[in-house]
């Protein structure tokens, strides 16, 4: 009979410690996720700070009536657009 508690409380002790262990773990990678979810919403927040700005400029710019001259500097320097028969001269020297 001494045998059979002695098993039992040992069978016990082990089934507590694999508990133990596997609860460990999962909130060390439940931590891990948080810290990866953290990081994830911090760079969201700041794209979208950086959002808000252009936004705040785009609507700036409609507000103040230049919509047209906006839209014709974007037009010649990002898209390099030119009116019909316009030369565009480049410099090439680097100065």
Known sequence: MAKAKAKKNTLLRVSVILFLLYVVI????????IQKNREQLAALEQQN???R??????ERILS??????YIERIAREQLGFAYPEEQVL????GS
Do not use: F, P, R, Y
């Not at 700005?53 to 785009?58: G, H, Q, S």
């Not at 103040?64 to 001259?69: A, I, L, S, V, W």
């Open 26 to 33: 999962s909130l060390v990678q439940i931590q891990g996720s």
């Open 49 to 51: 700070e950086e959002q």
């Open 53 to 58: 700005i252009a936004n705040k400029e785009l």
């Open 64 to 69: 103040d009536g230049t919509e047209e001259e």
């Open 90 to 93: 480049v410099d090439i020297s």
